[in-house]
């Protein structure tokens, strides 16, 4: 497993992060889910990310109990904040008492005294962006969260997030954690670049397109049982992607993956790590098979033919609108 730096900061983090969104605590059973963590544990992964609105928070329960006992000062811990996490109207969005509480929360949850990057899980237009940067603020100077970053956020909100902790002397954000994949290309238009001058990383997730790049979705057919496009929770996300158009296109790209001597989803994994603003590509697993297929993509080095091949082949299909999110 290669390691890369986080932004300009001095955290390292492993290329392919494990991720628990959907699965643990939901889709996933408790023993299933302890599995495949020790499996990314083996693998060399040591960057986990998770957020608490995951599973109705019951995803960072699973994660903290697989990680009880493992060195701390080993692995890398993510978490975000944004989402509601109960019915009042301060359990959600970047207000302070929010941010705070959540924070708190996390931690119990985790078992843990800290985390190592604690993200804003969108952006929040309802609460001034001071009042959200001083909160993360606060938290890193209390020794309770390591480095700030967000998700999802737009050029034009890194660069007020980046000048505004520059004005109020507050720790800048380090990374964006924002959708990428072979289909998914929104980030290159904008998000990269003001990333790359502001000296923050991308942290991706669906380096696989929610499973469809694997090749298990086929054109003009129903999706198969107990997947992702079937499942009541994660279903929704991916269904923008089950065009027979797309999935047709897919089809044709699973011999470029078999002459480069990769699996479809070690193509995907490995193309997204091409780019040099990616700092980790999150996988997500079921089976403790999943991680160790995916890991496989680690220090794959992709020529430029054949990184042509796969956009010749994906042509027309490609999302590449900056204003669209994922």
């Given at each position: 497993m290669e390691h890369r730096r986080l932004g300009r900061s001095g955290l390292s983090v492993s290329e392919i992060s494990y991720g628990n969104w959907i699965t643990h605590g939901d889709q996933v059973e408790r023993e299933q889910a302890l599995a495949c963590v020790q499996a990314a544990l083996?693998?060399?992964?040591?960057?986990?990310?998770?957020?608490?609105?995951?599973?109705?928070?019951?995803?960072?329960?699973v994660l903290g109990e697989a990680l009880d006992g493992v060195r701390r000062e080993s692995?890398?811990?993510?978490?975000?904040?944004?989402?509601?996490?109960?019915?009042?109207?301060?359990?959600?969005?970047l207000g302070r008492k929010h941010i705070?509480?959540?924070?708190?929360?996390?931690?119990?949850?985790?078992?843990?005294?800290?985390?190592d990057l604690?993200?804003?899980?969108?952006?929040?237009?309802?609460?001034?962006?001071?009042?959200?940067?001083?909160?993360?603020?606060?938290?890193?100077?209390?020794?309770?969260?390591?480095?700030?970053?967000?998700?999802?956020?737009?050029?034009?909100?890194?660069?007020?997030?980046?000048?505004?902790?520059d004005e109020l002397g507050f720790d800048r954000i380090i990374s964006n954690q924002p959708q990428y994949s072979l289909l998914w290309r929104t980030i290159e238009a904008e998000v990269i670049p003001t990333s790359r001058d502001a000296g923050i990383s991308q942290i991706v997730w669906s380096p696989v397109a929610q499973g469809v790049l694997t090749g298990k979705y086929r054109p003009g057919q129903p999706p198969p049982v107990d997947t992702r496009a079937t499942s009541t929770t994660g279903g929704r996300f991916i269904q923008r992607l089950l065009g027979d158009d797309v999935l047709a296109r897919v089809q044709d790209l699973l011999p470029v993956a078999a002459d480069a001597g990769l699996s479809p989803a070690q193509l995907a994994v490995a193309w997204v790590l091409q780019n040099d603003n990616v700092a980790s590509a999150i996988i997500g697993a079921?089976?403790?098979?999943?991680?160790?297929?995916?890991?496989?993509?680690s220090g794959v080095k992709l020529d430029p033919d054949l990184?042509?091949?796969?956009?010749?082949?994906?042509?027309?299909?490609?999302?590449?609108?900056?204003?669209i999110v994922g």
């Open positions: 083996d693998e060399g992964i040591t960057t986990f990310d998770t957020a608490d609105v995951y599973a109705g928070t019951r995803a960072e329960t692995y890398e811990l993510f978490t975000k904040v944004f989402w509601p996490t109960g019915p009042g109207p301060n359990d959600r969005g705070i509480e959540s924070c708190h929360a996390s931690l119990r949850r985790l078992r843990t005294d800290y985390v604690y993200q804003a899980h969108r952006y929040d237009p309802t609460v001034p962006l001071e009042e959200t940067l001083r909160a993360f603020d606060d938290l890193v100077r209390a020794g309770k969260v390591l480095y700030v970053g967000v998700s999802e956020w737009s050029a034009a909100q890194i660069s007020d997030a980046v000048r505004t902790a079921s089976r403790p098979e999943q991680v160790h297929e995916n890991v496989r993509a990184l042509a091949r796969i956009d010749s082949v994906l042509d027309g299909v490609i999302v590449t609108d900056p204003t």
